[in-house]
């Protein structure tokens, strides 16, 4: 198991055939998650506005929500930002939401040799662990980090899987990169205040100043979204039962 600090950090085909979790905490995956949670039918990530607007023609109108943001400002014309207590299921339930975001989507859409991909946060760990548990490929956890750089909630949120994968569920002996032992290492270390280890962290401090706090806690709350959200053919969906039985509620 390699963790990849960046997506800038991966090289050709490296992540073929290979189970991927995409990490971000703040906010991307978070908000992903609780959208899913709260009974959105599935989430398209987009690299560019241009795009989500181009696929939005496609759709019926009321059917879709258009979502994201640029540098933590919401998008002019859409209706949601990347705020996932905007995300309620008053919101959300039965929507297509096509999201663009700095940093998360993008990761997201740079996974497409993966065999499997899967979206995490710590709002989503124990799930995302229990779903690992049973997969017999490769597993790669790629950060999303921000604007090329590693940010570290998204290495503690991978390190809080693999912690959840070498103990509580018994996995023996998994090979694991430098990045990813040191990840484990540190969340094993920190695990009883992550706000305190986190709160000098870049993003979390752009956050805190742009008055976002309670986004803050939300994502760094974990299991608050307690749903896997796997990324296929373009689209991000709660896999297998769980996604028909939302759907039968939406009928």
Aim: net charge negative.
């Amino acid at each position: 198991m390699r963790v990849y600090a960046t997506p800038d950090n991966i090289v050709g085909k490296e992540l073929r055939d290979k189970t991927v979790v995409v990490v971000d905490v703040l906010r991307t995956g978070s908000t992903i998650l609780t959208a899913l949670c709260h009974g959105c039918k599935e989430v398209i990530p987009a690299v560019e506005t241009e795009e989500v607007i181009r696929m939005s023609k496609n759709y019926e109108k009321n059917s879709f929500l258009l979502c994201g943001e640029r540098n933590m400002q919401a998008i002019e014309g859409f209706h949601l930002s990347n705020s996932p207590l905007e995300y309620t299921r008053e919101q959300v339930a039965g929507k297509t939401l096509l999201m663009t975001t700095t940093n998360g989507t993008k990761a997201i859409c740079r996974t497409n040799d993966a065999r499997e991909v899967l979206i995490c946060g710590l709002v989503n760990v124990d799930a995302v662990a229990e779903y690992l548990s049973g997969q017999d490929s490769d597993i790669v956890f790629l950060c999303a980090g921000t604007n090329g750089q590693f940010s570290l909630e998204d290495i503690i949120a991978a390190g809080a899987v693999l912690n959840r994968l070498c103990t509580r569920l018994g996995m023996q002996d998994p090979e694991m990169g430098d990045l990813a032992v040191l990840a484990a290492s540190i969340y094993d270390h920190d695990k009883g205040d992550l706000n305190s280890l986190l709160k000098g962290c870049t993003q979390y401090r752009k956050l805190a100043e742009a008055g976002l706090d309670r986004d803050i806690t939300y994502c760094l709350t974990q299991n608050a979204a307690p749903v896997v959200g796997v990324y296929r053919d373009g689209v991000i969906r709660i896999p297998g039962p769980a996604q028909a039985q939302n759907d039968e509620n939406r009928e």
